[in-house]
């Protein structure tokens, strides 16, 4: 349950990213700018993850990167509400 919970707020993550940046949105994070919101790759850097850590018996840490990563959703939710429905165009706010 918590793999699977993972992958799709993975997915959910990119979704969001890509959305919010299609509204105009700005990606602050240097490292996820080229595949920020990729669906297929941030899917498969999930599923990857996961099949580490059960292999190397570590998928207890799953827990707490699900918490922190539905943080993540929610900071991106907001992002794109803010973006999309307050129109505050002064505002540069980075997913």
Not at 15 to 22: G, P, R
Not at 59 to 75: A, H, S
């Amino acid at each position: 349950m918590p793999a699977a919970m993972f992958i799709a707020l993975n997915l959910l993550d990119a979704y969001l990213t890509k959305v919010s940046l299609a509204a105009g949105a700005v990606e602050f994070n240097p490292l996820m700018t080229s595949i920020g919101s990729s669906l297929m790759v941030k899917g498969l850097i999930a599923v990857a993850l996961v099949f580490i850590l059960y292999c190397f018996e570590r998928e207890r840490v799953l827990r707490p990167l699900n918490f922190m990563l539905f943080g993540i959703v929610l900071w991106n939710s907001a992002v794109y509400w803010i973006v999309t429905f307050a129109r505050l165009d002064y505002i540069v706010i980075g997913i």
